[in-house]
């Protein structure tokens, strides 16, 4: 495994080495405990073993360190001199045999010495003596240490001061960057979310975490830390343990505030490398130590410490966030407190889009809410149910919503009853539950109109005219959202009149008018000018979504990535698995199977629960999966069907039906196939949608079913439906679908044709369609059928390796080596010797031309979808 971020400092190392044909020299190597510094050495040894003999000698954290500790494990490698010099006891003998040896070998030497802050004085003594002498000796010595343990009167500093400034190298270890951390995450297989800032991008740490099987602190951390703290005094103890209790960092004010603790307390804490301390601030080095610490107090004194902090909060008279006031009261365990901060907290959270934020403080405080009078009750409620929805907790939003609009109807407050059914009406159909759905908004509808008409009856009426629009019911939904629009506008009520315009532009999308995106437009600016971000959202996202269900690739791609950074920037989850699954089917259909996998699993990572919006997401997984022989592609689908046919909207259920189908005919069940299609088809062919429609008749083609031919069908469709597989090939090829190309191609008569979408569906990695091909050409008597790529490459074009597949996509994209190395951790040499390697299998001279190549290969850059393949 390549070592992260590493390179520039290995680079230096072998100049060290470099340029001991001249002159010898130092390295100082240093860093925080866990940085890296020992692994770091141990892959410079095996980079230059054969150019050089490695000397390894360690210092050890004894009470009473043994005097030339290191020397020891050297002599037990080279014995002779250096051994019987050691056993004279004589310091300048010692000195002296070691660097004869260094002076005398036939081959070059690195002396390294590991952990110097724990050299006893005589190996300090010894460093002196081998540092002034390495510009005369062939030799480099390479010195590890701790630089954060190296306290202002350190010995270890007065070592390095005394050192030939001109012979020394620093190199400094830094902590791993957000790309990094994220990349150990993946190869770990697992989420990357918060790791940067709970391990500090210490990659031990890190490695201990990702190692661990839960999200408790790793013992072997807990064990670590622990075991400083007990070294401590017991005023730098408790002065630890109070900081513990803060999340980020303690002022100094608070601190001494709370324990009055003596100075000597705290810089004896800092000297434990637990703490760090600044002008401004005391805390832990890493979040994860304070977390271990946190976690090793008993029950009862970690309350009482937050007790204490709560106090001296409250009371210090100085703004203090009122995030933190809650959540000390929470861990005090003070009721009161909880219930006087909590919701102001959560109202805060959700005024900055930190909607997962708010869903705790709003639980926090609903754990206590049966002391509260019921209108307080029915708000935290509502509160709280908002925000799930945003979170994309559609399940506990609508439990929340149920709650409040029982506490409404007890109250007899008939105007938020009605408002509360209407947002249940929401909250049912993201749970994916249409007949509930639709029976709120009917007697939303039904509560306000008794009432004078106002906000909430407009509201009422965009609502259900959003569920018409997303049944396909265009007409009903534009006599709905009309009369929204209509009363909004009498009443000038922005936040009606822009969700009344967000379905009239839906619905007139839906219906391929482009005039859509005008109104599309507005209702998006309307709502971002008024604050609006889950209607901004809806507005945004229906124009990218609805694009790509119609296949408007044309603006498809931009679309979905506009509205994925906005979704994005206000943290709505929901949101963003349905737009990232939006965009993995797009990125599908163009031939960037990776990509669409990548936006797939990105998709299925989110904290999402409930509604049909993950069947975004699992179609085109189960697709790259079923193309390429992968029996995880069974599951993939059969999930997706659950929660397709749950919801009875035609958006979700058709794209599965289509891509079960596809699996039977990939299976070899054509038999199935039809049986899929035929069971949704009658849906697709009364919606009159031109793309669920002709999908699902290919697929009964394909599957030699009864012919279909939808009133309503895209043009590749009609073309291989009436029989012109060229006409139909060359329509794919001109939208950039290779793999539907490729279908096109195999569907005629013509041996050339099928040889060529052979080469297609190799290219794609599209292992399992490219073997039913082929055995339909060995049925045929077709001879000299090339043989496919082999299982490790067939999901990579030209036989590359996954890495040579990355590097080659930031290629494309006009990167250098060094930007390259940047985005993918690794260093420009490493990249030039993939770069060597891709143009060696492609059969190119230079990177344009790879370029080139790649694109004929569908290999496009991450995050565009500009590549037409088979060009």
Known sequence: MDLLERAAALDELDAGLAGLSSRGGVVLLAGEAGIGKSALVKRFRQRRSAEADFLMGSCDPLLTPQALGPVYDIAREVGGRLSEALASGRRETIFAALLGHLALAARRHVVVVEDAHWADEATLDLLVFLGRRMEHTPALLLVTYRDDELGADHPLLTVIGRLPADAVRRVRLASLSEAAVAE??????????????????????LTEVLAAADSRVPHTVRDLVLARLAGLPRPAREAVQLVSVVPNRVEPWLLEAVARPATSGVEAGVASVLLVMDSERIGFRHELLRRAVEGSLSVLKRRRLNREVLAALAGSGEPVDVARLAHHAREAGDVDAVLRYAPVAAQQAAAVAAHREAVAQYRAALAHADRLPVPARADLFEGYSVEAYLSGLADVAVAARQSSVRLREAAGDRERVGEGLRWLSRMHWWAGNRRDAESAAARAIAVLGALPAGRQLALAYSNQSQLDMLAGRLEPAMHWAGQALTLARELNDVEASTHALTNIGSARLQANDPGGRVELEEAFQMAVGAGLEDHAARAIGNLATIGAELRHHDRARQDLDRALAFVQQHELAGWVQHVLGHRARVRLDLGDWAGAEQDARAALAERVSGGGRIVDALVPLGLVQARRGDPAAAATLQEATERAFA?????????????????????????????????????????????????????????????????????????????????????????????????????????????????????????????????????????????????????????????????????????????????????????????????????????????????????????????????
């Open 184 to 205: 150990m995450a993946r190869r770990a297989g697992r989420p990357d979310v918060g790791l940067r800032a709970l391990t500090g991008g210490n990659p031990l740490l």
């Open 647 to 871: 919801t009875s909207e035609l958006q979700w259920i058709a794209p599965v039906a289509a891509a079960r189908a596809e699996h039977a005919w990939l299976s070899g069940d054509d038999g199935r196939a039809v049986e899929e299609v035929a069971a949704v088809y009658p849906m697709a062919e009364q919606a009159r949608h031109p793309w669920f429609g002709g999908e699902l008749a290919l697929w009964a083609r394909m599957a030699g079913g009864p012919p279909l031919a939808p009133a309503l069908m895209a043009a590749p469709h009609r073309l291989l439906l009436a029989g012109d597989w060229r006409g139909a090939a060359e329509a794919w090829h001109g939208l950039g679908w290779p793999y539907h190309q490729a279908l096109a191609l195999m569907s005629g008569g013509d041996d050339d044709a099928r040889m060529q979408a052979l080469a297609l569906l190799d290219g794609l990695g599209a292992r399992q369609t490219a073997l039913r091909l082929r055995r339909e050409l060995r049925r045929r008597g077709t001879l000299r059928i090339p043989a496919g790529p082999t299982r490790a490459t067939a999901a990579n074009p030209a036989g590359l390796s996954n890495r040579q597949v990355e590097v080659l996509r930031l290629l494309v994209e006009g990167l250098t080596d060094a930007e390259i190395a940047a985005r993918l951790c690794l260093s420009p040499k490493t990249v030039g010797h993939h770069v060597s390697a891709l143009l060696r299998k492609l059969g190119v001279g230079t990177r344009h031309q790879a370029a080139a190549a790649a694109r004929g290969l569908g290999v496009t850059p991450a995050g565009t979808g500009e590549a037409k393949p088979g060009n």
